[in-house]
């Protein structure tokens, strides 16, 4: 297989062999979750079994059956609030047998198909309404969806990726910072607490985009709406109610859950120094002090029995995976493939960057598992499925 | 340039990293060795809920729980090979709980670091057991934590609710909102319906501890979040209507009641019997008493007030006489053209009045006052199924009044589509209608609806919103829905002919027990019909009769005929709020098959 990319490849299956060991050991001590290990083994063989089918396929055959596949997911995220199964006071799972799976996942896949094949058709249009509008709704709908399980930060995963597609479908930068002024000025206005800092920013951003007259007046309409409202709608709030909303954007806000795995996290990683405790010797990790210690907070037990080096090392490989992948957008045969690449790079590049900054203490608690290294099967599934469409997209690079 | 972003993102992580692991890396270190770290809950204390005068009805007091403390790392291996393997065994013993509740407590409390509760509001001798044997038992020790008091204890219970610890099902549904293992939880009335508004905030604090667990400093890295208190709670009850009609009915076995201020739908009073006592569940009850009090004796977690439907019986006539003169259909001085003769006979089957002797050729109003069923049979079907459910729908009857309280009945007024369900479509029988004119057949309504309706009818159509929240501390604007039902338009000479009618049922009609001197009283007495045992006495009235400040609706189950044992016990109610009454002859109510006797009038339907 020339043209396979094998960097990407071979960093791959190097995520999931640290995975792999590192799974063994937070799992090694007595307790209800030993030998999981042997169970993700198992998952690796059918996920590269499916990596291996997705790849083999035309990718054309994604761009066609985009809609269908959008609609079925939808179909199921909308199931999975209906029937679906609450673990940690969340809906995020659909049970089928012995089976569970997060359909907010398989979503993700589809909402790129769509906005790949939306975009391919649009991109030298962008200016007008009719082609820049519909993939705002396109990743609203499941973001919404998503977002009300509640897993925001999953649902994040939508915005971001499409942000992503829309500069890769040549929207210009400068438009495009423009367009998402009113989510900065929302954002500063709760980190800084007046609007004056945004005030700075925009007239920057003005100055960097010189936007059309038309375009100028609806942001500042916009933005003068959210500055002038924001204030009020929040002082008018009860305390019960700004709690309420605190608590949705930051699901495990409450010190005495999230706060504490976060402090036990720090602790793990710290205590691992530079060169870490050794493999297997973490005592964080072997006391139980972590919690979720082979999922969500898998890095932390890297981090305590590996030291900066493995972490460091984690990082490259993570590294090599997301700069390979932007790279193949570039080389690849036709805009829907290199749209696809991009939605899926920016799905992986987000979910990656959420959990690690969680485990170091910079990102809130949002239950994202880290790709390729938390145990999960069907989360090891669903990447390697992402990872088979990158090499589909290789495999044909060259095609005429 | 999106590698670039990519690469600025993960540069982002190994600052995160070297921050940790080389910068903190000696502290970290420090704390990793001799951890640790333990999360001390600071609890918020639950808001209050006061009658509309400001006078308590629950506030919290400490409690002395038994707990388990996740103890510190090096400790746990210590602990392994001192603790005798009978720990648990023996802590279960102690705390009076099974091994698997105890391990269960235990392993969660281990795996997130906090506290877990043992055994609530734990009596003294248990106390004493833990302090004398707490060496041996590494872990446990003694807390002080808030739990629920109701110092006025089975009044108004069921409106009130009660708080209890959450359960697994409830903690499973509300993580998201930030609840954990052994926090209260409002589990029904006003503490369910308003817990956002009474819980408050719990806060905690990451303290350092040392090997036997005893705190040594507070972490600097993670100030302490203080708790915040929840918010107090103001209710429309008036606690001198409630201890009224609470002792009124304190004969009654099962039966509910309910006052309203027809003028704006604050609810006076409710009662429901059995009662329970709150304070027992905020305590922590047992499980065998618990079935006692859900299962056998009557169920007295159920509020019969608002969520028990019962046949409304002659109570319902009011709505026929109004359906009837505001379709104009009759006038009151009309007669109907069969004149009473104890009994009336349609589609070949003989209906009964409940008055054998029969009432004669008589007017509505004097229909009304003695009940006559002849006429209201005739009446009913004269008015025809339409404007009898529209006119019960638009006081309230058949739909649910919006009460705020959790898990109110709607009642049931049957109409065209009901029977169309039930019999062959559009077959059904006319002789239906002949039933509903007298308050039988398929209608079912609450004590808190026929209160309403009451209410509607005393203040002249005006529709209100039930209420039973007056105010809540901190929210300035708090506002009362608007009401669901549409209430009833229409002339005035109307209402005053229903108003004069329910005042001689008074007066001199089948309710005279409730004749009091310097006060005009407007009822209307009723029995349901009940095919599983003695009928239900029903009673609903409105007070004063020109500007009614109070409605009530009284049911008594299985004890027989409303104008016997209802009315009197309305108008001990109604002498003590109006009089100041202190209902001398009976300090604990009376027997309602007492007073039966001293009932002057008939004492009839």
């Known amino acids: ?400 | 340039m999106l590698a670039g972003l990519a690469l600025a993102g993960f540069v982002l992580v190994l600052l995160g990293l070297l921050r940790l692991q080389v910068v903190q890396h000696d502290e970290l270190q420090r704390l990793a060795e001799q951890n640790r770290i333990r999360l001390d809950v600071l609890r918020a204390p639950r808001g209050a809920i006061r009658d509309r005068l400001g006078r308590l009805l629950a506030d919290n007091q400490p409690s002395f729980d038994v707990v388990f403390r996740p103890m510190p790392a090096e400790s746990i291996t210590r602990a392994r090979t001192v603790v005798r393997s009978d720990w648990i065994q023996r802590v279960a013993a102690l705390v009076e709980d099974d091994t698997l509740g105890v391990r269960r407590r235990v392993a969660e409390a281990n795996r997130t670091g906090q506290t877990a509760v043992l055994r609530r509001n734990a009596p003294y001798a248990v106390m004493a057991a833990v302090e004398e044997m707490r060496p041996d038992l590494p872990g446990i020790d003694v807390a002080v934590a808030p739990i629920r008091r109701y110092p006025e204890g089975t009044m108004a219970a069921q409106l009130l609710g009660y708080a209890g610890e959450i359960n697994d099902q409830e903690l499973d549904q509300r993580q998201a909102a930030g609840y954990r293992m052994g926090d209260l939880i409002g589990k029904t009335g006003v503490e369910r319906k308003y817990e956002e508004v009474l819980r408050g905030q719990d806060g905690a604090e990451f303290v350092v501890v040392n090997a036997m667990g005893k705190r040594v400093s507070t972490l600097r890295e993670g100030p302490p979040r203080l708790p915040v208190a929840g918010h107090d709670v103001t209710l429309t009850l008036d606690l001198d209507v409630q201890r009224a009609m609470d002792q009124a009915m304190a004969g009654i076995e099962r039966g509910g009641a309910v006052a309203i201020d027809p003028r704006d739908g604050s609810i006076l009073a409710m009662v429901s019997k059995p009662a329970f006592d709150p304070n027992e569940f905020s305590r922590g009850i047992s499980f065998a008493r618990w079935q006692e009090l859900s299962a056998a004796g009557g169920n007295p977690l159920l509020n019969r007030a608002i969520q028990s439907a019962y046949p409304p019986g002659s109570t319902f006539k009011v709505v026929t006489m109004l359906t009837g003169l505001r379709y104009g259909v009759v006038r009151p001085e009309s007669h109907e053209p069969v004149a009473c003769s104890g009994g009336y006979v349609f589609g070949g089957r003989r209906f009964a009045c409940w008055d054998k002797r029969g009432h004669g050729s008589i007017d509505l109003l004097t229909a009304l006052q003695f009940s006559c069923d002849v006429y209201f049979y005739q009446l009913g079907l004269a008015v025809g199924l339409d404007h009898l459910q529209s006119t019960a729908r638009a006081l309230g009857l058949g739909e649910r009044t919006g009460i705020d309280l959790p898990a109110e009945t709607r009642g049931l007024v049957p109409d065209d589509a009901y029977y169309d369900r039930h019999f062959k479509s559009g077959h059904w029988p006319r002789g239906v209608l002949l039933n509903l004119g007298i308050g039988q057949g398929e209608l079912l309504a609450s004590p808190l609806q026929l209160a309403l309706m009451a209410a509607v009818v005393g203040n002249g159509g005006h529709p209100i919103r039930p209420h039973v929240v007056r105010s809540i501390q901190g929210v300035p604007e708090y506002h009362v829905d608007k009401p669901l039902e549409p209430g009833v338009e229409t002339d005035p000479g109307i209402w005053d002919a229903v108003h004069e009618a329910m005042r001689r049922v008074v007066e001199a009609g089948t309710a005279t027990s409730v004749r009091l001197p310097g006060l005009a009283v407007a009822g209307k007495t009723g029995t349901a019909q009940n095919p599983h045992g003695k009928d239900h006495a029903l009673f609903i009235c409105y007070a004063p009769a020109d500007h009614p400040t109070i409605a009530i609706a009284m049911v008594a189950e299985n004890s027989g005929h409303g104008g016997s044992v209802c009315a009197p016990l309305v108008a001990q109610v109604l002498r003590r709020v109006f009089m100041g009454d202190t209902l001398s002859a009976a300090p604990h109510g009376a027997r309602p098959d007492s007073l039966a006797a001293d009932t002057t009038g008939a004492d009839v339907d």
């Not at chain 1, 938390?374 to 390697?384: D, E, K, P, Q, R």
């Open chain 1, 1 to 400: 297989m020339p043209y396979l990319d094998w960097p990407l490849a071979l960093a791959t299956l190097g995520l999931i062999g640290i995975g792999l060991l590192t799974v063994y050991s937070a799992t090694s001590v007595p307790g209800a979750h030993q030998g999981l290990w042997m169970r993700q083994l198992a998952w690796c063989a059918i996920a590269f079994g499916a990596a291996w089918v997705v790849a083999a396929f035309h990718y054309r055959l994604f761009d066609t059956l985009a809609w269908p596949l959008y609609g079925v997911s939808l179909l199921l995220l909308v199931a999975v609030l209906a029937i679906g199964t609450t673990k940690l006071g969340a809906k995020r799972w659909i049970e089928l047998g012995p089976l569970q799976f997060q359909p907010s996942e398989i979503a993700k896949i589809a909402t790129t198909f769509v906005l790949a094949r939306f975009f391919d058709h649009a991109r030298l249009n962008l200016d007008r309404v009719r082609f820049w509008l519909p993939p705002l709704f396109i990743a609203m709908v499941p973001f919404a969806l998503v977002a009300k399980e509640p897993d925001l930060g999953t649902g994040l995963s939508f915005p971001v990726m499409l942000v992503a597609m829309y500069f890769w479908a040549g929207m210009p930068p400068g438009r495009l910072l423009l367009g998402l002024s009113p989510v900065f000025n929302v954002a500063l206005f709760f980190v800084t607490g007046t609007i004056w800092w945004f005030v700075g920013l925009f007239v920057a951003l003005l100055a960097f985009a010189r936007p059309r007259l038309s375009l100028l007046l609806v942001m500042l309409a916009l933005n003068g709406a959210v500055a002038y409202e924001l204030p009020h709608l929040w002082n008018h709030l009860h305390d019960y109610q700004k709690r309420r909303i605190e608590t949705f954007i930051n699901p495990d806000n409450d010190p005495y859950g999230a706060g504490y795995q976060i402090i036990q996290s720090k602790i793990a990683i710290g205590s691992g120094g530079v060169m870490g405790k050794g493999y297997l010797k973490g005592s964080q990790k072997a006391l139980a002090f972590l919690p979720m210690r082979h999922t969500d907070f898998i890095y932390s037990v890297v981090g305590e029995e590996l030291g900066f080096l493995g972490a460091l090392i984690v990082v490259l490989l993570y590294g090599v995976v997301i700069v390979r992948g932007y790279r193949l957008a570039a080389v690849a045969r036709d805009g829907f493939a290199g749209l696809m690449v991009v939605g899926v790079v920016t799905a992986l590049f987000f979910t990656i960057l959420v959990n690690m900054l969680m485990t170091v203490g910079w990102a809130p608690v949002t239950g994202v598992p880290l790709p390729f290294l938390s145990y999960g099967g069907t989360a090891l599934v669903v990447n390697c499925l992402q990872i088979g469409l990158l090499q589909n997209v290789a495999l044909r690079r060259r095609e005429y």
